[in-house]
């Protein structure tokens, strides 16, 4: 079974642009999170998607958005981009209602922004 | 708010020792928590979990503990090996199972 592939795996872009990540979940996974990896801050929430629907949010600025299409393959967007925007965004799947914490992640998405 | 924070940063251990890595965590609520482990160049990947009304869960060369009168949670890897060279998160889901909380992590040095 494939696992959760991210794309694209490397990008540079610059200050206010914008950018779209992409993951597509293991096949049956229904639930999609997505955190922001930096050296300062560790792992960051950033939100949660399960039928398309948005279920949880971290604490980021309204520039940080997402989406979960109808076949469970969600997209990030970052707005108007800034430099302390660079990092790793992991995204993770995993399946609902099983009696585990697992998250399944794929090897992220690395964001330079300049 | 929520938060898992981890008590070191940075562990070396010798190969074949065991390991101990510590995690504080500050929400009671949550229904799991989670070690992950996390090579480089790699997203992060499961190790183990226990559930909140556990207080010990076993795998293979890892043990965890849960002490929910202090809120302290650690993982034991026996006889370490150089490919447990890695950084290593706890985290805690909370209840729902919307979101997961994911700690600082701490770097294991496995020498030879």
């Known amino acids: 079974k494939a696992g959760v592939t991210q794309t694209p795996r490397y990008l540079i872009k610059t200050r206010g642009q914008q950018v779209t990540l992409s993951c597509s979940p293991i096949?049956?996974?229904?639930?999609v999170s997505w955190y922001q990896q930096t050296p300062g801050q560790g792992l960051q929430f950033l939100f949660e998607?399960?039928?398309?629907?948005?279920?949880n949010k971290g604490n980021f600025p309204g520039r940080f958005s997402g989406r979960q299409f109808s076949n469970s393959r969600s997209e990030m967007n970052v707005s108007t981009l800034e430099l302390g925007d660079s990092a790793l965004y992991l995204c993770?799947?995993?399946?609902?209602?099983?009696?585990?914490?697992?998250?399944?992640f794929g090897e992220g998405s690395r964001l330079t922004v300049l | 708010g929520e938060s898992v924070g981890l008590h070191l940063p940075t562990l070396s251990v010798q190969e074949g020792d065991n390991s101990i890595i510590n995690c504080a965590y500050s929400?009671?609520?949550?229904?799991?928590f989670i070690w992950y482990k996390q090579e480089s160049g790699k997203g992060p990947q499961f190790i183990i979990d226990?559930?909140?009304?556990?207080d010990k869960r076993q795998g293979q060369r890892v043990t965890v503990l849960l002490n929910k009168t202090v809120k302290h949670l650690s993982l034991q890897i026996a006889a370490t090996q150089p490919g447990d060279s890695a950084v290593y998160f706890c985290a805690e889901r909370g209840t729902g199972g919307f979101k997961t909380i994911f700690g600082a992590g701490t770097r294991l040095f496995v020498k030879a």
């Open positions: 096949s049956g996974h229904r639930s």
């Open positions: 929400n009671s609520a949550s229904d799991y």
């Open positions: 993770a799947s995993s399946l609902v209602g099983r009696n585990t914490g697992e998250l399944f």
């Open positions: 998607y399960f039928s398309e629907t948005q279920r």
């Open positions: 226990i559930r909140s009304n556990m």
